[in-house]
């Protein structure tokens, strides 16, 4: 009798484990803005400050996990992360004053690239023939789970208060965590897929070659504007609809929306990725983003604002959907954790600081004139689109 295969089961395990990571780093920041505003006194700047030590956690260890995960197992990777994941969210739950917030922000980011990388390298790897598709469903679990989430975390901390959320949501991301890195691991014995790979899957250039390519720098800059222009959009949305005089359960709308096309749009992106071409599709998605920054301001009502923080949600999930299948067209699987790796540094060490800080100093400094961050971002996200197109599969330029 043939044995069924693991494929589906280790598929979902790493959507499982991603899901709580996902879930704080999109969600906590926007719905906790106005708390730590009002309990420690933290201003835009301070806020956004978070995100950026967010973003700085995951870019430090991603390479770092890149070269971990073929010598210790993604398993054991993500087992590291949940801990760490969770851990921080309990931390999170006595913090005092932004500091200590910017330690659970640090270490979740952190946690995010022990389940990130491994999740995204795995199911590729099972799944060779169709590693848009599925790096979509992946990135789905980490992006939609804010949009799930948001509401609950908002209700939560209206009812229970922000010690029994955060203490709450430590202890799930904890046991979910842990419960799911015991299913994941690479197909290293399976033949019948690693016979498949070698009809779908280029072979790996080295990561010393991938730094002298074009492709890659074009890569490395997209994630740096649409990152940023992005990322921005998690701790701006709250921010923005209470500017406009909603209430803080209207606001969170504009921030589900986001963060529900940032999940869902992954897995559309990601489908689509394998059929028109990856680039195309990130292209026209970042470019609808831009244009939605820019008319955001001008419009008024609380859902032509949801549509355009979708607009900008599914750019900024298909970033994450489709980036890493591109770069595997690009320079293959052998170094795809290493090299992916390098890439994401882009979206820690700069994007953090030129969109959600630098997009919370100029709030501070020009009194919430929103109108100018978008129009900032909105630039950006239409200079990705331009250098996306720059980037072609390996295949295509070896033609």
């Excluded at 005092?96 to 640090?106: D, H, S």
């Excluded at 939609?144 to 203490?167: D, N, Q, R």
């Excluded at 046991?175 to 690479?186: C, D, E, Y």
């Excluded at 795809?336 to 969109?355: D, H, K, N, Q, R």
Aim: glycine share 12%; hydrophobic share 50%.
């Amino acid at each position: 009798m043939p044995v069924k295969s693991p494929r589906p089961v280790i598929l979902v395990a790493c959507a499982c484990a991603i899901f709580w990571p996902g879930s704080f780093i999109f969600g906590l920041p926007g719905v906790l803005r106005q708390h730590w505003q009002q309990v420690f006194d933290a201003d835009g700047g301070t806020i956004g400050g978070a995100v950026f030590f967010i973003l700085t956690g995951a870019t430090c260890f991603m390479y770092l996990c890149g070269r971990l995960q073929e010598k210790y197992g993604p398993g054991r990777l993500v087992a590291l992360g949940s801990v760490m994941c969770g851990g921080s969210s309990i931390w999170l739950s006595q913090a005092g004053n932004m500091t200590e917030v910017n330690v659970w922000a640090f270490a979740v980011g952190a946690s995010s690239a022990f389940v990130y990388l491994p999740g995204l390298t795995v199911v590729q790897r099972w799944y060779p023939e169709r590693r848009g598709l599925v790096a979509g469903f992946f990135n789905l679990a980490f992006g939609l789970s804010a949009a799930v989430m948001s509401p609950v975390f908002s209700i939560l901390l209206s009812k229970w208060g922000y010690e029994a959320l955060t203490l709450t949501a430590g202890c799930a991301a904890l046991t979910v965590g842990l419960t799911a890195s015991a299913l994941i691991r690479f197909p290293e014995n399976d033949r019948s897929t690693t016979a498949s790979a070698a009809a779908f899957l280029p072979d790996g250039r080295s990561v010393k070659d991938a730094l002298k390519s074009r492709e890659f720098w074009c890569l490395w800059l997209t994630w740096v504007f649409a990152g940023a222009a992005g990322a921005s959009m998690i701790v701006l949305a709250t921010g923005f609809g209470l500017a406009r005089g909603l209430s803080l359960a209207h606001a969170v709308v504009l921030l589900t929306a986001f963060n529900l096309t940032n999940g869902c749009g992954r897995l559309i992106s990601g489908y689509f990725s394998d059929r028109i071409g990856r680039s195309r599709i990130m292209a026209m998605s970042f470019a609808g983003a831009g244009f939605a920054y820019l008319i955001m301001p001008h419009l008024a009502g609380l859902w032509l604002w949801a549509v355009l923080a979708a607009v900008i949600g599914f750019a900024f999930g298909t970033l994450f959907a489709v980036s890493g299948p591109l770069a595997g067209d690009c320079f293959g699987m052998a170094h795809f954790g290493a090299i992916f790796g390098l890439v994401f540094t882009a979206y820690g060490f700069v994007s953090g600081p030129l969109g959600p800080w630098l997009s919370g100093h100029i709030l501070d400094v020009t009194r919430g004139n929103y109108t100018l961050v978008f129009s900032y971002l909105g630039l950006m996200y239409l200079a990705a689109a331009g250098l996306i197109l720059l980037v072609q599969p390996w295949r295509e330029c070896r033609l």
